[in-house]
């Protein structure tokens, strides 16, 4: 579990301490104040970011919002930002026809890539 932070804003949107309940002094809540706002601040930065891309795919491929939030989903650009690998379906299949696979071959050599974290995408 995370550590529970010693100041925190109630329901009113006072920063009170966490132990007590009382209210608390401008100078000790703070720290935890700016980090608030540089968390909120990145988090705005991101969302600004991601929707610029949804709005350039819509334009380029003349889709709902819908459907390009699901393709931009499975660009590199953002399944990297998902901490995995992209792999093309194309390099995936030269690789089991140069190595002769069956079906069961290609579902381990499938699992294994998902386990070094690739995943399989059209790009």
Do not use: C, H
Request: charged letters at 40%; proline letters at 3%.
């Amino acid at each position: 579990m995370t550590k529970r932070l010693p100041y925190r804003r109630n329901s009113a949107g006072f920063w009170i301490d966490s132990k007590t309940g009382r209210f608390a002094k401008k100078s000790d809540y703070l720290p935890y104040l700016e980090r608030e706002q540089k968390s909120k601040a990145a988090k705005s930065e991101a969302s600004k970011a991601y929707w610029k891309d949804v709005k350039q795919i819509q334009q380029l491929f003349n889709l709902n919002t819908q459907d390009a939030r699901r393709k931009l989903y499975n660009t590199p650009k953002y399944i990297q930002k998902r901490g995995k690998t992209p792999k093309r379906f194309k390099d995936f299949w030269r690789e089991a026809k140069a190595g002769n696979m069956n079906k069961k071959d290609r579902a381990d050599y499938l699992k294994r890539l998902e386990e070094d974290d690739f995943e399989l995408t059209t790009y």
